[in-house]
């Protein structure tokens, strides 16, 4: 039988952040994609994924995907055989993210959800060469709309309120593997070098020309950094 691996999206994000992921990882393991926004508490979101699935898996999460992680090796450290943190935060909500979040709930309640995506946050997530590719574009207002504004508004809610991961990533004592973009402007590379030096078994790989949504950006390239770390662990 496959090894499960449960793939955790970010932010305004659903499955077809991990489509690539999905095919392409398909004769090794059995990927299944969980839900973000089930609740507006992040302990209770990292409750319903372990209720939702059985027995030990891996676990693949990418920016706030990447904060329910930490959440559930708080809560079952056990049951995760091995861990992919990707373009994510391990730290609690700074001032200018409290603020950025708040006035993007603002923008929901006066009728501009749209508007989040397309004229905000599309441009800080892309690599600028790959800001120009209207497919992917696409893709990612789809995902948006596929969450609507209250996936949206559980989503903020719990990540406001997450806790500093800082203590808990010496712990980690599953084999670890930290991706990120070398242009991620959301999370900097500077968060991922730190989270590798406090992990212990962790590896860490920078994927060129690509921004925070590096499963959708450089898909191959994420692709085959995992594979090679699967099978040496």
């Known amino acids: 039988m496959k090894e499960k691996l449960i793939l955790i999206p970010g932010t305004l994000c659903d499955h077809n952040l ?60 056990e049951r995760i055989s091995k861990l992919i943190l990707m373009n994510t935060n391990y730290k609690e909500p700074s001032e200018q993210t409290k603020i950025n979040q708040q006035r993007f709930v603002g923008m929901a309640y006066l009728g501009e959800f749209k508007e989040i995506t397309t004229t905000i946050l599309i441009d800080a997530m892309l690599h600028p060469k790959n800001a120009q590719k209207q497919d992917l574009r696409d893709t990612i207002l789809d995902m948006a709309n596929n969450i609507g504004i209250e996936g949206f508004f559980n989503q903020v809610k719990a990540q406001l309120g997450r806790p500093d991961s800082t203590k808990d990533l010496q712990k980690i004592k599953c084999p670890t593997l930290i991706i990120t973009g070398r242009e991620d402007r959301i999370c900097p590379l500077l968060l991922h070098e730190e989270m590798a030096e406090a992990i212990p078994n962790s590896t860490l790989k920078v994927i060129e020309e690509c921004g925070h949504l590096s499963t959708l950006e450089q898909p191959h390239l994420v692709n085959k950094e995992i594979i090679d770390w699967w099978n040496k662990n």
Not at 32 to 56: C, E, F, M, R, T
């Open 18 to 77: 991990f489509k690539y992921q999905i095919e392409g990882l398909r004769g090794m393991v059995s990927c299944h994609v969980a839900s973000n926004s089930s609740a507006s508490n992040l302990k209770q979101v990292a409750k319903n994924i372990l209720d939702n699935y059985s027995g030990s898996f891996t676990l693949l999460g990418l920016s706030y995907g990447g904060i329910i992680a930490f959440e559930l090796l708080r809560q079952a450290p």
